[in-house]
């Protein structure tokens, strides 16, 4: 083997333990963790910060890492999941499992004793959640979702206990927005990915449940979603900019969730409320940021 092609064959090695990490999922994390950070009351050294960002940043790493190796056989066998490094058997599963595991036992300490140590434990609860109970429950029930949500939501609230160094309401309101606002998210990919996950065996709720279960819960959580969002106004979190966005954005988001129940296509309804749950989310926090300014 020339020298050119051992460095094309490193490159792409390390190209797939990239991808195993999930790197676009990763940088919407940290945006939502910073934002926390942003909005908490008092300040943060640049050292702590960066710290915080690169130790979260891998808790969710090694929380997809370790999720792709505990699913690379049914990853194999859904179709946008198929060409992913390990189904498509590109890497060595033991070198996903090495990574996760490496970059999990270095994050949670090094949150614990270089941010604060509620940082580090919500940083644990994350990480275990999402690997322990989170990707097995999928084969077994649909409310697996709710579980995963909790992982998903933490965050924003890592940002704010950073800063802070403890659990307050506000910090929790954050929490609840991406809690919320996940359910309704994936329940619309469940729906129009609902026989992908039937073949690879996962239980989800259109599945399991129906579609009408699906679209009731998908309207329920995000009418929480929109109240939830209101209360960052009179807890201080945010101003009129931002109460304006959220009962526009709140009300867009709902009523589309509502227009599941009239739908003839389901399948082209879930894929319109994919991509309405994509732009409140991006409408929400640009909001609250720029109104925080």
Same mark, same amino acid.
């Given at each position: 083997m020339t020298v050119a092609i051992r460095q094309a064959t490193m490159m792409l090695t390390v190209r797939d333990l990239i991808a =195993?990490?999930?790197? *676009?999922?990763?940088?919407? #994390?940290? #945006?939502?963790?910073?934002?926390?950070?942003?909005?908490?009351?008092?300040?943060l050294g640049l050292g702590s910060m960066m710290v915080m960002l690169l130790t979260t940043g891998m808790v969710v790493g090694a929380a997809n890492t370790l999720n792709c190796y505990l699913e690379r056989d049914t990853d194999r066998l859904m179709a946008r999941t198929a060409s992913r490094p390990l189904p498509d058997r590109r890497l060595e599963p033991s070198w996903a499992l090495a990574l996760g595991l490496v970059m999990g036992l270095f994050a949670v300490p090094t949150l614990t004793l270089a941010v604060n140590p509620m940082?580090?434990?919500?940083?644990?609860? @994350?990480?275990?959640?999402? /690997?322990?109970? +989170? %990707?097995?429950?999928? &084969? +077994? %029930?649909?409310?697996? =979702? +709710? #579980?995963?949500?909790?992982?998903?939501?933490?965050?924003?609230l890592m940002g704010w206990t950073a800063v802070t160094g403890s659990i307050d309401l506000p910090g929790l309101l954050l929490f609840g927005i991406l809690f919320f606002w996940q359910i309704p998210h994936f329940i619309a990919i469940s729906i129009f990915r609902q026989e992908e996950y039937e073949r690879a065996g996962l239980k989800v709720l259109p599945s399991v449940r129906g579609i009408r279960a699906a679209k009731v819960q998908s309207a329920v959580n995000a009418g929480a979603l929109w109240a939830v969002s209101l209360l960052l106004v009179p807890y201080? =979190?945010?101003?009129? =900019?931002?109460?304006?966005?959220? /009962?526009l954005l709140g009300a867009y988001f709902f009523g589309m969730a509502?227009?599941?129940?009239?739908?003839?296509?389901? &399948?082209?309804?879930?894929? *319109?409320?994919?991509?309405?749950?994509?732009?409140?989310? %991006?409408?929400?926090?640009?909001?609250?940021?720029?109104? @925080?300014l």
């Open positions: =195993l990490t999930k790197p *676009r999922i990763t940088m919407m #994390v940290l #945006v939502t963790a910073a934002g926390g950070m942003w909005l908490a009351p008092g300040s940082t580090g434990l919500l940083g644990f609860i @994350a990480l275990s959640s999402y /690997v322990a109970i +989170y %990707t097995p429950m999928k &084969q +077994y %029930t649909p409310a697996a =979702l +709710y #579980v995963g949500a909790v992982p998903g939501a933490l965050p924003p201080g =979190l945010a101003g009129g =900019l931002y109460l304006s966005a959220a /009962v509502l227009l599941g129940f009239k739908a003839e296509d389901t &399948q082209a309804w879930s894929k *319109r409320f994919f991509f309405a749950s994509l732009i409140y989310l %991006t409408g929400l926090f640009a909001a609250l940021i720029i109104d @925080a």
